[in-house]
């Protein structure tokens, strides 16, 4: 009775990390305005962060990196020198709270794959979470269809309206609309949330090493083009659960009806987030996947009974390909206009890191130290997550992660003794 009372939490927490509850704890003001990018908010997601941290150290009774492996203590020296940088951090109360969640962050995924008790959890986490994104469906289609919020608390849900400045649009045939933000601080991050959604219901049917390596490739897609990974706490924490589910060997199940429900239904959040970085991985991932599905092989009545089976998936697909192609050719001029701040924004970066190339300028720094010298929309992150990185902790840092992650691919694949 108890386990499957704790089953059913695990599937309410997934469920809860679409819809992110948060309030303002500090923000720092630029010329007069309260940027998300210098305001520190308390989610209800750092709250279940910290409650899962002290459910596993209360199971294995240890500290995370407390083992004598090389890797435990180069994240260790990562995390002394991102706390470290408070020093000559401009705003340390930022700097030092994204510093506690990556700690957390760390932490949480130490204890998964050193103690393996949570696997089995991450499924219904998982499973929790693509049920939630039902719900982010009926929200976002609700807000594009009337072009305003639905009415849920401030709290959850952004104020939206084609009028203020400063609401995520797109111009289509001259009309300009919102788009889809469902109870995510931006519609980007929603699709970055249906993309992973998406991958974690595609795993099924790509197999563990193939859904593994889409997982990476559309992380460092993204990675390239856009900074919500690291600039987002919904974005970082959906992508690193993604990521352990994957590696679990675990495949979400769902029935076959169910699960062609659920990947409609992320067609349609995806689109109508209109993010342009998610429409080109939606295509990705659809060829994948409609290739898969196609050179399934099975035998006599089997083989043609399984490609009726397979004939809706293929429609749907096919059709949400297309509609894609079409928002893609659409809002060409804004495509144009996307392309030009991304080449400010990489100036900018360039400049920071000319001129903080081994400290950086400290975690969560990167708006407070842009010149003012600029108008107000241009107070955001870089658009690339390795330029990101490199300007925040520096190339001091970068190395010390680099090494990390290069370690870990060389004992996954020959094992720690070598």
């Known amino acids: 009775m108890w386990n499957k ?8 927490i997934g469920v809860g990390f679409p819809f992110l509850i948060r309030t303002t704890l ?36 240890r500290f995370p990196l407390s083992s004598q492996k090389i890797v435990d203590k180069l ?10 940088q408070l020093i ?10 994204w510093g506690l969640r990556v700690y957390l962050l760390v932490g949480i995924t130490w204890y998964i794959r050193s103690f393996k008790p949570f696997q089995k959890e991450i499924s219904y986490i998982a499973k929790g979470f693509i049920i939630g994104m039902l719900g982010q469906a009926l929200i976002v289609i609700t807000q594009v269809w009337f072009q305003s919020n639905t009415g849920l608390p401030v709290v959850v849900e952004p104020t939206l309206s084609p009028e203020i400045a400063g609401v995520a649009k797109v111009s289509i045939l001259d009309n300009v609309i919102i788009r889809g933000y469902g109870t995510f601080p931006h519609p980007n991050i929603l699709a970055f949330a249906g993309v992973l959604a998406l991958i974690l219901l595609y795993a099924k049917e790509f197999k563990k090493k193939l859904a593994i390596w889409v997982y990476i490739v559309s992380l460092v897609f993204l990675g390239f083009v856009d900074h919500y990974i690291l600039t987002s706490i919904q974005a970082l924490v959906l992508s690193l659960f993604t990521g352990l589910q994957l590696i679990s060997s675990k495949n979400i199940e769902f029935s076959q009806i169910l699960r062609q429900i ?18 080109a991985l939606l295509l990705f991932l659809d060829f994948i996947y409609l290739t898969i599905v196609y050179k399934k092989s099975m035998f006599h009545v089997e083989q043609f009974q399984n490609k009726l089976k397979s004939l809706p ?27 030009v701040k991304r080449g400010v924004y990489i100036q900018d970066a360039a400049n920071m890191i000319y001129a903080n190339l081994w400290l950086g300028v400290g975690l969560g720094q990167y708006v407070g130290n842009l010149s003012d010298n600029r108008e107000i929309w241009q107070y955001e ?29 060389y004992t996954k694949r020959y094992g720690y003794k070598k």
Do not use: M
């Open 26 to 61: 500090f923000s720092y003001t630029i010329r007069n305005i309260n940027l998300p990018y210098t305001t520190i908010y308390l989610h209800s997601l750092d709250l279940v962060l910290f409650l899962i941290f002290a459910h596993l150290f209360w199971q294995t009774k």
């Open 75 to 84: 994240w260790i020296t990562l995390l002394l020198w991102i706390f470290f």
């Open 381 to 409: 992150p870089v658009h690339n997550i390795f330029l990101l990185l490199l300007s925040e902790i520096g190339a001091i840092g970068v190395f010390i992660l680099v090494v990390i992650f290069s370690i870990e691919c």
């Open 262 to 279: 659920f990947i409609f239904i992320l067609h349609i959040i995806i689109i109508l987030s209109f993010s342009k970085i998610a429409l």
């Open 5 to 12: 009372i704790k089953l059913f939490i695990y599937i309410i």
């Open 88 to 97: 000559w951090a401009k705003y340390p109360l930022i700097s030092w709270f």
């Open 313 to 339: 998936r293929l429609i749907i697909n096919s059709i949400a390909i297309a509609g894609i192609l079409f928002l893609w050719i659409l809002p060409y001029k804004q495509i144009l206009e996307t392309i």
